[in-house]
């Protein structure tokens, strides 16, 4: 079965010090990959995506991915996290083959903490 | 830059009643995309329209229904609505012309209660 994976509910990190948030896929073919940031109360935020050519992905508010093809991986991180960046996160994935709609990962919450 | 607008924002509802929840893609958008989001669950994709057709269908209930218009917006229908039908709707648009890599971009959600 094609799914998206993220193994951690929850991500605490100190203030300053590098983040990770990590998703896995199952996929057939080549996927095309994404993260997705949710504050409360509000809509999910384009962060970065993976579609081709160089696996680090850089995006928006200094978020960078590596996509990981062996490791059927893409990682989310940041090398400096700001309380401001405590969230929701989710990983989604294009099943191209099955239309154009996401398929989203379970999410992770990650708390900064001053 | 503009957004994707969904209205009303919030919504109550007793059950059976019916709702109709809007969606005004971003300008030139030709795409819309329609997820479900229950508490504390990811969005799950409910159905999507390309140039008002049809182009895909996930998890949908029967008893939903949604179009797509000619001015590209779109309205999600819910009848005889249950209380487990209470979850943030999201409605998203894409540019077509960009394929299947192309980024979807969110709205900010209608909150609907079923009480």
């Known amino acids: 079965a094609q799914s998206v994976a993220q193994p951690e509910d929850q991500v605490n990190v100190a203030e300053g010090n590098p983040l990770t948030v990590k998703c896995t896929y199952s996929?057939?073919?080549?996927?095309?990959l994404f993260w997705y940031v949710q504050y409360p109360n509000r809509g999910l935020q384009f962060l970065l995506k993976?579609?081709?050519?160089?696996?680090l992905v850089k995006g928006s508010y200094g978020f960078e991915a590596e996509f990981n093809k062996s490791q059927t991986s893409f990682h989310l991180k940041k090398p400096s996290a700001l309380v401001s960046d405590s969230a929701l996160y989710f990983c989604?994935?294009?099943?191209?083959?099955?239309?154009?709609?996401?398929?989203f990962g379970p999410g992770t919450r990650l708390s900064v903490l001053p | 830059a503009a957004g994707v607008i969904q209205s009303p924002r919030h919504l109550i509802k007793e059950k059976r009643e019916t709702a109709t929840l809007k969606c005004y893609p971003i300008?030139?958008?030709?795409?819309v995309y329609w997820y479900q989001q229950g508490p504390g669950q990811d969005p799950q994709f409910l159905i999507s329209?390309?140039?008002?057709?049809?182009?895909d269908k996930g998890s949908i209930p029967d008893r939903f229904s949604a179009q797509q218009f000619s001015d590209y917006h779109s309205e999600l229908n819910m009848s005889s609505l249950e209380l487990g039908d209470s979850a943030l709707y999201f409605c998203?648009?894409?540019?077509?012309?960009?394929?299947?890599?192309?980024?979807?971009?969110f709205g900010p959600g209608t909150r609907l209660t079923v009480l």
């Open positions: 998203a648009s894409s540019p077509r012309a960009g394929g299947y890599t192309d980024t979807q971009y």
């Open positions: 996929v057939s073919g080549n996927p095309y």
């Open positions: 993976y579609i081709t050519g160089d696996n």
């Open positions: 989604a994935v294009i099943l191209h083959d099955y239309g154009q709609n996401f398929v």
């Open positions: 300008p030139r958008h030709d795409t």
């Open positions: 329209f390309y140039e008002k057709m049809q182009s």
